[in-house]
């Protein structure tokens, strides 16, 4: 039982960090749009950098989510075979 224990603490560990990580991209894609008519400077600037971060903030996104599949997925596992005990396989 004390190897569950661990588990659970090791998937609320990951997931936290994980999400943490997902809240910091969502709030870094969420700026604020400067107007294109009263400061053009600044809104081709904007333009620009989000032209840069779309790919890596798109990649990031991608690999936090299969980070997170790979963690329930192997939780899951470790748990069937846990919850199995002494049987063979799973």
Known sequence: MSN???LFILLVLFVGIALIA???I???SKQEI???NETPELYQD???QQTLQ???LSGF???LIFIIL???GLGIVMFLKAVGGGRGGL
């Open 46 to 48: 904007y333009q620009e």
């Open 4 to 6: 569950l224990k661990s």
């Open 70 to 72: 790979a963690i329930i």
């Open 54 to 56: 779309k790919p890596f």
């Open 34 to 36: 400067p107007d294109q």
């Open 61 to 63: 996104q991608l690999l």
């Open 22 to 24: 997902f809240v910091t």
């Open 26 to 28: 969502t709030m870094m």
